[in-house]
């Protein structure tokens, strides 16, 4: 991991940050319409129009389809799938794990995030499956609650893998952290350096300061994390065939604390939940 090192952050001012948070409430706001509207008989093609829809009547771009090759607005990723599903003619049963992942740009500045909900009624779920997505949940917070003025990076990911593992053992099980996708700056473009790792690695990596902005997004699984893509050449799943859960938020550090720019309320529940400072910058 050792080329994670030669990686800085670039800093945002006070009102680049504004900026971004305009972007990432629209993406908020897409999941809060998706989440209303998901049910048993969508096809998951359905879902991705809903979001086109509601970005560009708002004034944003769906950002995933600005990067090559890639035509969607969402990646709507189903049971076994990890991240990067693509949507299409597949019909949702109530009780199926869905991780829905989505980003928007609006006047040049992105936001990015990602959920995982139960389809339906959510007495047909296995419970497994609300646990996976639970643990997953948990573990972003956890790992944005690490983030700090003055801190380091892979704080970061130390804290994602310390939150699974403990939920694990306290399940008796061990769940599989995902490590071959990580999280990433985010700013003028959606993806950007510095990569986030999911887990701890070596060293603790670049500092962090003010202006600081990166989508953190563990993706954890039921059973082993290793994975193959699809001949799609796009769709991440478990070799196992076991389900997997991915949570995303994109994050900015202020003169104040932690905004968690893709979150309706900035983060301000989960976070003084934490004891970790909430720092909105209005």
Not at 59 to 85: A, K, R
Not at 146 to 151: D, E, M, P, V
Not at 210 to 228: K, L, R
């Amino acid at each position: 991991m050792g080329w994670f090192a030669r990686e800085r952050v670039e800093v945002k001012t006070a009102e680049q940050m504004e900026a971004m948070r305009v972007a990432g409430l629209l993406v908020g706001r897409t999941h809060d319409l998706l989440r209303s509207e998901l049910r048993a008989g969508m096809t998951t093609l359905d879902l991705d129009t809903l979001a086109e829809d509601f970005i560009r009547s708002h004034g944003g771009i769906p950002n995933f389809q600005l990067v090559p090759g890639y035509s969607h607005t969402l990646c709507t990723s189903v049971g076994d799938e990890i991240v990067h599903g693509i949507p299409g003619d597949r019909v949702l049963r109530d009780g199926d794990l869905i991780s829905i992942d989505c980003g928007a740009e609006v006047d040049g500045w992105n936001g990015d995030a990602a959920v995982t909900l139960i389809v339906g009624d959510p007495d047909a779920a296995d419970p497994n499956d609300v646990r996976l997505s639970e643990v997953t949940e948990r573990s972003l917070w956890a790992g944005i609650a690490a983030l700090r003025s003055g801190g380091r990076l892979y704080d970061v990911g130390a804290a994602v893998e310390d939150s699974i593992v403990a939920d694990g053992v306290a399940d008796g099980r061990r769940y599989g952290i995902v490590e071959d996708y990580v999280g990433h700056g985010i700013g003028t473009e959606m993806h950007m350096a510095p990569q986030v790792p999911n887990y701890r690695v070596q060293g603790r990596g670049p500092s962090t300061p003010v202006g600081t902005t990166i989508a953190i997004e563990p993706m954890v699984t039921w059973g082993s994390q290793d994975n193959h893509v699809l001949d799609d050449e796009w769709t991440v799943v478990t070799d196992d065939g076991s389900r997997a859960a991915h949570w995303e938020h994109s994050v900015a550090i202020t003169e104040r604390g932690l905004w968690v720019l893709t979150a309706i309320d900035g983060g301000e529940a989960e976070l003084t939940a934490r004891g970790a400072p909430f720092g909105p910058l209005s």
